[in-house]
């Protein structure tokens, strides 16, 4: 399976001034979702790509986040739903647009290999409320958790350049039985299924910030299980 950069983007937190009305989108506000497309190569770190930047950087960013990818196919989705006609690639604050596969197809822990550079599927995006706030639709956050086009996270194994039409050619899949689509499943609809949680939670490859908020949703979901079964007696 090969994937290609359709889109690269990089771009500096900025403050966004208020705007004279009263909808909560417009008072001021701090992000990097607004980047800026790149036409020649970027430099790849093990932090991410040179001249990119987070304005939370504690839900955003670091090593294991450190490249945020968008499958282009969902594009087409978004530009037929209320207020998005003219959403770009880049809208939803991505590093990459990619083609040749999406949620479906990929899975956590994947490695490509994009000339020198490699990195690794870390976890499914989590989709945050700045991402409603710049297309002024509320619950865009809420629609990208349901549909499950939500993006997802690489990891940096050894950095190099990335650039515009650069294909990524899959090197080792140790995951198969954890795709994006099922992830996002067990994160945003499957609330109830610790016994899922807890398994997602052991693959070695995902996120430490998914671990642990998987493994807290098991904790919980068992002692209330256990709380219930101990009333019945």
Not at 218 to 223: G, I, N, Q
């Amino acid at each position: 399976m090969n994937i290609q950069i359709l889109a690269l983007f990089v771009g500096r937190s900025k403050r966004i001034a208020a705007r004279s009305s009263n909808e909560w989108w417009d008072q001021p506000w701090e992000s990097g979702i607004f980047k800026e497309a790149a036409s020649g190569p970027v430099w790849l770190a093990y932090g991410g790509l040179q001249g990119d930047e987070q304005a939370d950087r504690k839900n955003h960013g670091g090593p294991e986040k450190a490249v945020c990818a968008y499958p282009a196919a969902h594009y087409d989705y978004w530009r037929r739903r209320p207020g998005l006609a003219d959403i770009p690639f880049g809208g939803f604050g991505e590093n990459l647009t990619l083609g040749g596969a999406t949620e479906t197809q990929l899975c956590i822990g994947d490695r490509f290999k994009f000339d020198d550079a490699i990195v690794e599927i870390s976890q499914p995006r989590q989709p945050c409320w700045k991402l409603s706030r710049r297309w002024h639709v509320k619950d865009l956050k809420e629609q990208a958790e349901q549909t499950g086009f939500t993006g997802f996270y690489f990891r940096v194994v050894k950095h190099g350049w990335l650039r515009l039409g650069g294909v990524g050619v899959l090197l080792e899949r140790p995951c198969p039985e954890w795709n994006l689509a099922g992830c996002n499943e067990i994160m945003h609809k499957r609330l109830q299924d610790f016994a899922a949680a807890q398994r997602l939670a052991q693959c070695p490859q995902l996120s430490g910030s998914w671990k642990d908020t998987l493994f807290a949703r098991a904790r919980s979901l068992d002692k209330k299980w256990a709380g219930s079964e101990i009333a019945k007696t």
